[in-house]
């Protein structure tokens, strides 16, 4: 939904603009690399704000089952730095907000205009208690678990949100009242005569943390992907996987049977022309392989089969992770997969390119396949930039000023990046670029404010 | 917030004037028979996903994804698991 449609909308009042306040760091992004990034800066006794468009901060790591290679709980790792952030002294959140633009006017004086959305429910009464949310009748999908699940028109974002508020989507909202009713706080929580807030911020620099978007495995008709529900993306299957999973268990979506087959097919909208994706998404190939080894504990009996191009384990540990696969007996398939068929029970053909064995066309029968997804460039943070240009490559991911030896500062002086925004990678290097950019913000408002 | 203003849903309708989708209002009728549907079918005792779509007239995969969220909502609840793999059902509580 974009910025603009909040201002279309009718409110109880006036749309409220609020006096200027001023900070050293705006962080764009509450995922894991802005989280770090505004810690360290806290840490150092910088005055930040963190701004994160969602109704929770936590971005994409706290969706994730494990971590790879090391097979960490990536919740256990992500919520106690989601709390860490929102009660650090130096740090003020504006959570479910957007930054809508950015003005340079010299060094180390940034002004930014963000919209901060109403949830509709009272922050500083709710207890998270989810009473309006079972009392609500509508049921959409959950974009939480990728649509695997409903969830209401009121809902807690998630069982470890951080804050655990309800929040109101007003698109898929019938006004009947039942949530008001149900909440049990005196006065109730939920709050219709909330009304959009305009902060202006004056900042000495900027992070910008806004993370990627994920392919969107239907621009691969062959794949029938969002046609045969038993075609999932990996995202699915993480959630699948993860101890907050939105079923009591494994399930394929066609019928709730536990699969016992199941393919994976690799570099899906990554090192691909025909999407506009040349670049390798880097992550694919083991999250991918995680996920198989997690699948072979939950489901002892299935089959695990990965069709791949290369199988690239480039990081620390990442060869041994993948060995330990094949160990295990997940099996790996050198080829590409030409189209997906569906049989009548919901089963799937995958045809495909048998590349150690001649290069033959083979067949192969599963019951549910994953699609590994690549990572794609969240391109919107560019356009808030006003009279000055943010820098992005050829596909859209922000291009530091230099690569090699200094791959955290953009093409706008006093904007740094980090994690995804810059392009694909782990939590690990997402978390390093937080700290790198959080340390050259630091040197850069020493080195402006020094000067003037 | 409020401002001392009662029945926050009642008074903002009364002043924006706006009203519920009509596809969001068609939306939860039918979401409430589904529900009734469902239960209706797990009163004789737990079925599987399968049966139940069967039983209900509903595509598999709709069927599916209410009988989850259902879960999900305490509703109801998986009880035993057939050999084919699929899960049994039945109404919570």
């Known amino acids: 939904m974009s910025v603009k449609s909040w201002y279309e909308r009718k409110y109880y009042g006036e749309i409220e603009d609020l006096p200027e306040e001023e900070y050293d760091v705006l962080v764009i992004g509450g995922g894991i690399a802005g989280i770090q990034a505004a810690l360290d800066l806290g840490d150092m006794g910088f005055k930040v704000v963190l701004v994160e468009k969602e109704p929770s901060i936590g971005g994409f790591m706290y969706k994730l089952s494990k971590t790879f290679p090391t097979m960490d709980c990536a919740s256990c790792i992500a919520t106690p730095r989601m709390a860490q952030v929102f009660h650090h002294p130096m740090i003020d959140l504006l959570i479910y907000s957007e930054v809508e633009e950015i003005e340079k006017k010299g060094e180390g004086d940034f002004r930014v205009k963000v919209l901060e959305k109403p949830r509709f429910v009272d922050s500083s009464r709710c207890t998270g208690c989810g009473q309006c949310e079972l009392a609500c009748p509508v049921i959409v999908p959950h974009e939480y678990d990728w649509g695997l699940a409903g969830r209401k028109a009121v809902y807690i974002p998630f069982d470890t949100a951080v804050p655990r508020i309800a929040v109101v989507d007003l698109d898929h909202c019938i006004y009947c009242g039942q949530c008001e009713r149900a909440c049990p706080t005196e006065p109730p929580s939920i709050d219709f005569t909330q009304v959009p807030k305009i902060h202006h911020l004056k900042v000495g620099a900027i992070i910008i943390a806004t993370g990627f978007h994920l392919f969107d495995a239907r621009l691969k008709e062959n794949y029938h992907f969002g046609e045969y529900p038993n075609v999932i993306h990996a995202m699915h299957m993480d959630r699948l996987l993860a101890p907050t999973r939105p079923y009591h268990a494994i399930l394929r979506p066609s019928d709730g049977k536990e699969p016992n087959n199941i393919a994976y097919i690799l570099c899906v909208g990554s090192r691909d022309k025909t999407v506009n994706n040349p670049n390798c998404s880097q992550i694919c190939c083991m999250y991918s392989i995680k996920q198989a080894q997690l699948i072979m504990g939950a489901l002892p009996l299935a089959d695990v089969t990965i069709y791949y191009i290369d199988i690239r384990a480039f990081g620390k540990a990442f060869e041994e992770f993948y060995q330990q696969a094949k160990d295990m007996g997940i099996m790996l398939v050198k080829g590409r997969v030409a189209k997906i068929e569906q049989k009548e029970n919901g089963d799937l053909i995958v045809w495909y390119e048998d590349i150690e064995n001649g290069g033959k066309l083979c067949k192969a029968e599963h019951d549910l396949v994953v699609l590994s997804v690549g990572l794609l460039p969240n391109k919107e943070i560019a356009n808030v930039f006003k009279g000055q240009k943010l820098e992005v490559d050829d596909v859209g991911w922000i291009k530091p000023v230099d690569e090699n030896a200094n791959p955290v500062e953009t093409s706008i002086r006093g904007v740094f990046a980090a994690g995804t925004a810059l392009g694909p990678k782990d939590i690990p290097d997402s978390v390093i670029e937080g700290g790198a950019a959080a340390m050259q913000c630091a040197a850069y408002l020493s080195e402006v404010r020094g000067r003037h | ?93």
Do not use: C, H
């Open chain 2, 1 to 93: 917030m409020s401002g001392g203003v009662k029945n926050t849903v009642l008074e903002y309708r009364k002043k924006t004037g706006v009203e519920p989708p009509k596809e969001l209002t068609e939306l939860v009728k039918e979401i409430n028979k589904i529900k009734a549907k469902i239960t209706n079918a797990l009163k004789e005792g737990p079925k599987t996903i399968p049966e139940i779509a069967k039983e209900i007239g509903m595509k598999e995969s709709l069927t599916a994804w209410y009988v989850l969220t259902f879960v999900k909502y305490d509703l109801l609840e998986p009880e035993s698991q057939t050999d084919e793999g699929y899960y049994r059902y039945k109404v919570k509580g």
